[in-house]
């Protein structure tokens, strides 16, 4: 997968070297390019933001350097482009766009700053390619930045060949495996007793039928604790295909 990413920090995204997603892009899985949006301004101060129309506070980013930024990174074209737009006002990014997004062949992510982005970017890009507003939660972050790391490495986790186990990706929260969309429930490892903590026993048994169960029943208990709204929404799925069975 090819990914690029256009910011006024390219220095924030130094993580992408370390670790799986540094091992995926020197295992040619993932090719990561950064592009510095001040490289596409042409005054003496390499502006890249002015007052809002309108009035209000803050700044807005100016439609220029990122015109001439998207249209220079998308002309080398290895494959068609799917623009990402990191904003607070996107629609809320879950397991399933990032396994959407896994599947496509080139990702290209404008991060905003200030109080975003010239709205006639986003409608002049989606005449060439699909765009897609996405936020990473109801807070809100100083730019898009954050956001870019959050999807990338949610994506390229999904990408093959970039887990050690393929099965984790499929078990973890939220991944809709056999744990339905349930949260996991509290894992454990040597030494089977550390500061008067004991493992649970039925881990220790052997008993692979009994294990399963214990892990169901502690991935219910920790999803009634911290997200009961997901217990909500399985049983109204549950309810609803037994309606289309009928
Ligand atoms: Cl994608 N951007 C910004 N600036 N703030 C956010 C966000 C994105 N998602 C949640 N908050």
């Not at 993932?30 to 003496?44: A, E, K, M, Y």
């Not at 933001?49 to 506070?57: A, F, L, M």
């Not at 048994?205 to 604790?225: F, I, P, Y």
């Amino acid at each position: 997968m090819r990914i690029d990413i256009i910011t006024i920090f390219p220095d924030y995204f130094v993580p992408l070297e370390l670790s799986l997603i540094g091992k995926a892009r020197e295992a040619g899985i993932l090719d990561v390019r950064l592009h510095d949006l001040r490289s596409w301004t042409h005054d003496r101060h390499n502006t890249v933001d002015d007052t809002p129309y309108g009035g209000g506070p803050g700044m807005v980013m100016k439609p220029e350097p990122w015109g001439e930024a998207l249209d220079a990174v998308t002309a080398d074209d290895p494959a068609p482009a799917r623009l990402i737009l990191p904003t607070p006002s996107g629609t809320p990014f879950t397991q399933e766009h990032a396994k959407r997004l896994s599947q496509q062949p080139r990702l290209v992510f404008a991060c905003g700053r200030y109080e975003g982005i010239d709205a006639r970017v986003a409608a002049d890009a989606a005449e060439r390619m699909p765009v897609e507003e996405l936020s990473i939660g109801d807070y809100v972050l100083a730019g898009g930045e954050a956001a870019t790391l959050v999807v990338v490495e949610t994506v390229s986790r999904l990408l093959p060949g970039v887990l050690g186990n393929a099965e984790s990706a499929v078990q973890d929260s939220f991944a809709s495996g056999a744990m339905e969309n349930l949260l996991e429930g509290p894992v454990y490892t040597k030494p089977a007793r550390w500061r008067d903590q004991e493992v649970p026993p039925v881990l220790l048994s052997g008993d692979h039928g009994a294990v399963d169960r214990w892990r169901r029943h502690e991935a219910l208990r920790k999803t009634a604790r911290n997200r009961p709204e997901l217990l909500r929404e399985l049983a109204a799925q549950r309810l609803e295909s037994m309606d289309r069975r009928d």
